[in-house]
């Protein structure tokens, strides 16, 4: 690859009136464990693997890659494999030497990058967060409901995680139906007099800024170093916002969850924390899902946000406070006009009317790994 063609600096440089791209935005936890694995002997990772049944292949490798922020007892696991330190897999991404672009380069497949289609997927990420900002009723719920539009497809796109010729026919009939346009040519005009009326500003610095992808990576790399270095000892939570050059401001919160019986989820303290959307409450905090009591569109892996101080809605998802632990449901509403909680897995219908509204709690987002 050449050198100054906007990948090492975290993305394309964009001139005025253009839409920002961070090439990069992927890469959410640098580290050194391609580094040491080949220090250890391990040429392939799939020998690597073989020493670490307790993570999946595909895991592993989006560890490697930096793609998911590994959890620290999988640190130790791998740290373990490779005879070292697990702090030694840990990157300081302040460090003058640090080059993102450099470290990304093992990942890359060389393909030259379409900068046109980059920023399309970057502003189809803003049209759709500007879409359901304007409709409290397109909740994640509702979308996969009524539009066909998995969870984890919904978030993908709204952090512009591929181009859009790279999604499925199935995604972009979703797309055109959810953002009210006929077809592609349709879209892209529709999404091109957005972003030259101002409609989609407000929502850019979040999806495309290189600035805010290295405050969530520092903060991020600082959280797992901290928990291996007290191991895993939890402070009490806090939740802090993190300042970022220019108006983007990165709001992380605790993560709470450990599995129960009956598809509960316990309110333990984790040594992880979420971003949580600017339009959460004082008191919002994440919950690992722990189960897939809701079906395979909210997997067991992911982690959503619970804002206390939002009600559900019908077509929407809920968190119910039972006595033992936080249960989370499906919402809609029966014949007479109750609003019904849903659960798969266990089978369960709760008539949340019936419920003290203090124990009830709207799920704003949904973080998948």
Not at 117 to 142: Q, S
Request: proline share 8%; net charge neutral; aromatic share 4%.
């Amino acid at each position: 690859m050449a050198k100054g063609n906007g990948r090492r600096q975290g993305g394309a440089r964009a001139a005025p009136g253009e839409v920002p791209v961070d090439l990069h935005r992927c890469f959410v936890f640098p580290n050194r464990m391609r580094e040491q694995r080949h220090a250890a002997g391990h040429a392939r990772l799939l020998r690597l693997a073989s020493l670490l049944p307790d993570i999946p292949y595909i895991r592993l490798s989006k560890i490697e890659r930096g793609e998911v922020v590994p959890r620290p007892e999988e640190l130790r696991r791998i740290a373990a494999a490779l005879n070292i330190a697990p702090a030694d897999l840990l990157l300081d991404v302040d460090a003058p030497g640090f080059d993102i672009g450099l470290w990304a380069e093992p990942f890359l497949d060389g393909a030259p990058v379409d900068l046109a289609e980059e920023r399309f997927a970057v502003l189809l990420a803003a049209a759709l967060r500007a879409r359901r900002t304007g409709d409290p009723a397109l909740t994640i719920a509702a979308i996969e409901r009524d539009y066909g539009l998995a969870p984890v497809n919904l978030s993908r796109i709204e952090n512009a995680q591929k181009t859009f010729d790279r999604w499925n026919a199935a995604t972009r009939h979703a797309l055109y139906q959810l953002l009210r346009v006929a077809d592609e040519a349709e879209l892209r005009d529709h999404i091109a007099g957005l972003h030259a009326a101002g409609g989609l500003d407000a929502f850019l610095a979040y999806i495309a800024s290189p600035a805010a992808r290295h405050e969530r990576t520092r903060a991020r790399i600082a959280e797992i170093s901290a928990a291996l270095q007290a191991g895993d000892a939890v402070a009490a939570p806090v939740v802090a916002p993190l300042p970022v050059s220019g108006a983007v401001s990165i709001r992380l919160v605790p993560v709470l969850g450990a599995p129960l019986a009956q598809g509960l989820i316990a309110d333990t303290p984790t040594s992880e924390k979420a971003e949580a959307p600017h339009a959460a409450g004082p008191r919002a905090f994440g919950l690992k899902v722990c189960r897939a009591t809701l079906g395979g569109g909210l997997p067991g892996q992911a982690v959503v946000i619970v804002d206390p101080d939002r009600l559900p809605s019908s077509g929407s998802l809920a968190a119910l406070r039972e006595e033992a632990g936080w249960r989370l449901l499906s919402v809609g509403s029966d014949r007479e006009g109750r609003m019904i909680g849903y659960s798969s897995n266990p089978e369960l219908e709760v008539v949340l009317d019936d419920c003290d509204p203090s124990r009830l709690a709207a799920l704003v987002s949904a973080i998948f790994p």
